[in-house]
């Protein structure tokens, strides 16, 4: 099996079940306490993430990396600046 970049993440943050606006709040509580640089994986199902975590990435300026939003749960990578 091949190693992608879901699975070589620094830290993980499981938001399933949760919904708006509860998984970005977790996000933004989450990468505030991890070191620039460090990437962290997110895990959710609700489908309003798909919009929000890449605007709250642009609004934040990090880098969204990597999101898988084709089936469930929806993956997304953010590096921290």
Do not use: W
């Not at 943050?13 to 991890?34: F, T």
């Not at 798909?50 to 953010?78: G, N, W």
């Amino acid at each position: 099996m091949s190693t992608t970049i879901f699975q070589k993440t620094d830290h993980i943050l499981d938001a399933i079940g949760l919904r708006c606006p509860e998984p970005v709040m977790m996000v933004r509580l989450k990468i505030r306490k991890i070191a620039s640089g460090e990437t962290l994986l997110i895990k959710c199902d609700d489908p309003s993430t798909a919009r929000d975590i890449p605007s709250f990435c642009r609004f934040m300026e990090h880098d969204l990396i990597a999101k898988q939003t084709d089936t469930q749960p929806f993956l997304y990578v953010i590096k921290k600046n």
